[in-house]
C-alpha cells in the first residue's frame, strides 16, 4: 500500500548544505569545509535554544548568527558585505541528484517541502534550482513554531488535511525524524552517510540512503 503524501525536508535532504563550501573557500581558503560544518552544527543549534526558551525568531536570522559565529570561532574575519554574499549561496544549495527526478518519479504525488526556512530563503531556492513546479510548499515560520515541536507538524498535516498515517515525512536529520515519528507520521531517514540511528528512543518507519526509491507502508 502507498502513502497519500510525501512530504520533505529541505536542507541536508533534498539540497546539500555544504555545497556552500565553494564559495567560503572564494573568501577563507582551506577553511571552508570547516566553516560549513560549524555553520551548519550552530544554525541548528541555535533554532532548538530558540525553540526551548520560547523566543522564536525566523530561520533567516539564526542562519546569519551561526555564520557570524563560525566565521568568528576559525578567526575569519568577514565583513558585511561578505556575510551578505554567503548567505545568498542559502538561495544557491545544490539539490541531490535524485531530486530532479522525483516529481517525474511519481507524477500522481503531491510532494511537498515541510521545512524552518522562511519562505523568503526557499521560493528562491525552488527557483534557482528549476523545482518550483515539483514542490508545494510548507514552512514552519508559518506559526513561528520550529519543528521538531508537535505543533509544527500538526500545522503541516492541518494543511495537507490527510491522516497521519497516509503521510511519509522524510529527512536526513535524526532531530526532525524523532519529532515527526513522535508527532505521529511515518518517517523516513534518508541515512547518506550510512550512520548508526541514535538512541534517541524512537526509530523511523524506514531508513533509505537516498531518495531514488520511495517505500511502501511496512
Keep these: 500500500m502507498n502513502y497519500k503524501a510525501y512530504v520533505f525536508d529541505a536542507y541536508g535532504t533534498l539540497f546539500n548544505v555544504h555545497s556552500v563550501i565553494e ?8 577553511k571552508g569545509p570547516q566553516i560549513s560544518e560549524k555553520w551548519r552544527s550552530s544554525q541548528v543549534h541555535y533554532f ?3 525553540q526551548l526558551i520560547d523566543d522564536y525568531v525566523p530561520f533567516e536570522t539564526i542562519t546569519r548568527s551561526a555564520l557570524q559565529d563560525a566565521l568568528a ?5 568577514g565583513n558585511d558585505e561578505t556575510i551578505d554574499y554567503l548567505m545568498k549561496q542559502y538561495e544557491k ?6 531530486v530532479h527526478f522525483l ?3 511519481h507524477p500522481d504525488k503531491e510532494l511537498t517541502i515541510f521545512s524552518n ?30 519543528k ?8 503541516a498535516q492541518e494543511k495537507l488535511q490527510i491522516d497521519q498515517d497516509d503521510i511519509l515525512f522524510f529527512s536526513s536529520n535524526p532531530w526532525d525524524i524523532a519529532g515527526a515519528t513522535q508527532y505521529g507520521f511515518h518517517t523516513a531517514w534518508v541515512n547518506r552517510q ?16 537516498d531518495l531514488s526509491e520511495i517505500p511502501s507502508k511496512p
Design 23 to 30: 564559495a567560503i573557500h572564494e573568501f577563507f581558503p582551506e
Design 48 to 50: 532548538l535554544i530558540r
Design 73 to 77: 570561532y576559525y578567526n575569519a574575519k
Design 93 to 98: 544549495l545544490k539539490p541531490y541528484e535524485e
Design 103 to 105: 516529481k517525474k518519479q
Design 117 to 146: 526556512g522562511t519562505r523568503s530563503m526557499l521560493e528562491p531556492l525552488l527557483e534557482n534550482n528549476q523545482l518550483t513546479s515539483s514542490f508545494s510548499l510548507l514552512t514552519a515560520d508559518d506559526v513561528n513554531v520550529y
Design 148 to 155: 521538531p515541536h508537535p505543533k509544527a507538524y500538526k500545522y
Design 194 to 209: 550510512n550512520l548508526k540511528w541514535p538512541e534517541l528512543g524512537v526509530k523511523p518507519t524506514h531508513t533509505i540512503p
